[in-house]
């Protein structure tokens, strides 16, 4: 049946573009529950994505991209972690400067890379599973960081709700001086999360240049780090929500290919600025309602703690 | 080993003076090991990028060119970032005054006269400020945050742009490129000399001394420090923290509509999909660099200009990507914000075993 096959092909370009956003905003969730705020998701993402492509363009195995992308946001998330919390910089400004450094650094290492075709993250078929029809590509024919992005959900939010590194994570960002004075190390559990994020942030831009295209195009990542940290505030902190946002913001993504396709006539640039203005307004009403907006937000988020001692 | 911070009696005088100028070393340092990972003589690439363009007088006009927008903008910044606002979206707004200021010269093209250019200026600002406000009363009235939302606002804004000089505004006699009529001779900027510097550059330096005065002799300049760093404080002052919120976004997005339809009507002369190399962003580095003083941003929107004419230099001869000029910037203000923790604190490197001993606690474990 063509219907069929077309809101096959729907669900899954919208798993495809809802996956970097959702393992971008994962990681962001931990940093700032944690009580850091990392406005640098942007530039870890696409210094992740260059990093994934140069890897795998270099050794063929996409799994080594991977790797390179996660450890290329860990690294960048370090030197965050440094300025934050060991300098206690400001962490807007700091933010700020890790994605403008970000962008600069991708765009300098990826200039050779322009027009190189590069090597595709497989989709994994499970057999016999994955021939189902219709929902069988859906289910059980992605690569495998979709199924990454499901698990690290669930296990943040096992994690974090459910064990005692959870708690201790986010007695850290509800109030650091308590959690200080309980003789936990504040800045030490700051940087693990921190890192977590940074992690997270550079497997997301990995994904965009090894699975999303498989080719590295200069800022391909067009503020989706920004709506990631969007999508943190949208979920209240809870990754449950996290989840439903992502693929929310997937489908307004995905939205332009597809009415573009059906030949309406609307310029592309109105298309192409809806997931911008959705996030505005999915700001807009979640903060408007501040007693639910308020009760999750992690009281010390954003801000330096530096031990008496 | 690890940091400790130990807090200041008081501010560092000294250090708030040569900590712009250690980042500024430590960040040519940092491109002297970039270069020569590049297989770059260091000396040589420096002297490239930040001595050569110094040493002609077309080049130097050209700094002033690329200053100026700079200027503009960091000094509305100044105002956000001392009153704790974070305005980031600067770059949209510089957009969107290039648009707004652009209706006259764009859509009434045959007017001539002198009353153009003073129009089209006011337009512009009126546009940026319009579009700054949005963020401003997003906040107010819903609490959203406005960091997130300036942002997003750049994107929307780059976007209309594109859709202006490709659609409605496109050059009919243009040979269908996506760029918008010329602007006539009355919607020109003039030049400031025989060069491309114009007066732009006059705006921007009436800018900093208004700001300068605004912020160092009123009462406005005070209620905006206050509000910055002691936001209880204000409260009892009766300073009203939505209105600081919604004045900072208008001041800075009304310069940054100036510095947009100054850029256009002075050195672009028509509406092109991109008019700016990422002045909104760089500006930020600006305001800090220039320890969020708008003389300092003078001096601060010099060098950073100067960032831009050197990546330009070196992409020609050394062939190296102009996203170069981007790295440098990020890490000048990496270091800027580093090297003010230096203001504030002392930084002394600690025994980790000494430490754990003194704290005793279970965090002294592993």
């Known amino acids: 049946m063509a219907s069929l096959d077309v809101i096959q092909a729907i669900i899954l370009t919208l798993i495809t573009a809802s996956t ?147 708690l201790i994570v986010r007695a850290v960002g509800e109030n650091h001086t308590s959690a200080h004075a309980l003789g936990y190390s504040v800045i030490r559990v700051r940087y693990l999360a921190v890192m977590f994020g940074g992690g997270c942030a550079g497997l997301a831009g990995g994904y965009l240049s090894l699975a999303y295209t498989s080719l590295w195009v200069e800022d391909m990542t067009a503020g989706r780090g920004w709506i990631a940290l969007a999508l943190v505030v949208f979920s209240s902190w809870l990754p449950g929500r996290l989840l439903l946002g992502a693929y929310l913001f997937g489908a307004v993504g995905i939205l332009q290919i597809h009415v573009q396709a059906a030949g309406w006539p609307i310029p592309s640039q109105f298309l192409s600025s809806l997931p911008y203005l959705a996030t505005i307004v999915v700001l807009v009403v979640i903060s408007r309602n501040r007693a639910v907006a308020r009760t999750n937000t992690p009281a010390c988020l954003g801000q330096p703690f530096v031990p008496d001692r | 080993m690890r940091l400790e911070l130990e807090k200041r009696a008081q501010h560092s005088s000294l250090m708030t003076v040569i900590s712009p100028l250690i980042a500024i070393v430590l960040t040519l340092l940092f491109g002297a090991i970039l270069f020569s990972l590049l297989g770059i003589n260091p000396g040589k690439a420096l002297y490239l990028y930040f001595i050569d363009p110094l040493t002609e007088l077309w080049s130097l006009e050209e700094l002033v060119v690329k200053a100026t927008p700079l200027i503009l903008i960091a000094c509305g910044l100044c105002i956000c970032y001392l009153s704790n606002t974070w305005n980031i979206g600067a770059e949209g707004q510089f957009t969107v005054g290039a648009i707004t200021g652009s209706i006259l010269p764009v859509m009434f093209y045959d007017l001539e006269g002198p009353y153009i250019l003073p129009l089209m200026i006011l337009m512009g600002a009126l546009g940026g400020m319009a579009y700054a406000a949005i963020p401003a009363l997003l906040k107010n009235r819903f609490g959203a945050n406005e960091i997130l939302t300036s942002l997003m606002l750049v994107y929307v804004a780059g976007l209309a742009l594109d859709w202006l000089v490709r659609g409605p505004w496109r050059d009919p006699d243009g040979y269908n490129f996506p760029e918008s ?46 509000i910055g760093s002691a936001p209880r404080a204000g409260r009892f002052a009766g300073f009203s923290q939505k209105r600081m919120v919604l004045f900072a976004f208008c001041i800075s997005g009304a310069l940054a509509g100036i510095a947009g339809i100054s850029e256009v009507a002075g050195s672009i002369g028509q509406l092109r999909p991109v008019i700016s190399p990422g002045y909104g962003f760089t500006a930020i580095i600006v305001a800090f660099l220039g320890r969020l003083n708008p003389i300092g941003t003078l001096l601060a929107g010099l060098l950073l200009a100067l960032s831009y004419l050197g990546g330009e230099a070196a992409q020609v001869s050394l062939g190296i990507s102009d996203k170069t000029t981007r790295v440098f910037q990020g890490v000048l203000l990496f270091f800027v914000l580093a090297c003010d923790t230096l203001i504030l604190y002392r930084i002394k490197l600690v025994r980790n075993s000494v430490a754990q001993v003194v704290s005793g606690g279970t965090n002294g474990q592993s």
């Open chain 1, 20 to 166: 970097p956003l959702l393992i971008a905003a994962v990681g962001e969730l931990v940093a700032e529950r944690a009580g850091v705020l990392n406005l640098g998701v942007e530039g870890m993402m696409i210094v992740g994505a260059v990093s994934g492509f140069a890897a795998t363009l270099q050794t063929g195995n996409p799994y080594i991209g991977i790797l390179a992308a996660i450890l290329a946001g860990v690294l960048l998330s370090i030197l965050f972690g440094f300025l934050t919390l060991s300098l206690v910089t400001n962490q807007v400004a700091t933010g700020l400067s890790l994605t403008l450094l970000g962008l600069g650094l991708a765009g300098m290492l990826g200039s050779s890379f322009v027009g190189t075709p590069g090597v595709k993250l497989q989709k994994l078929d499970i057999p016999f599973l994955s021939d189902i029809p219709f929902i069988g590509p859906i289910l059980f024919g992605q690569d495998i960081l979709v199924y990454v992005s499901f698990a690290l959900v669930a296990l943040v939010a096992y994690v974090l709700f459910r064990t005692r590194i959870g």
């Open chain 2, 181 to 226: 009529r010329l602007f006539s001779d009355s919607a020109v900027l003039p030049a400031l000399a025989d060069g491309r510097m114009h007066w732009g550059a006059v705006f921007a330096v009436v800018a900093v001394v208004v700001l300068g005065v605004l912020l160092a002799g009123t009462l406005k300049g005070f209620e905006i420090k206050v």
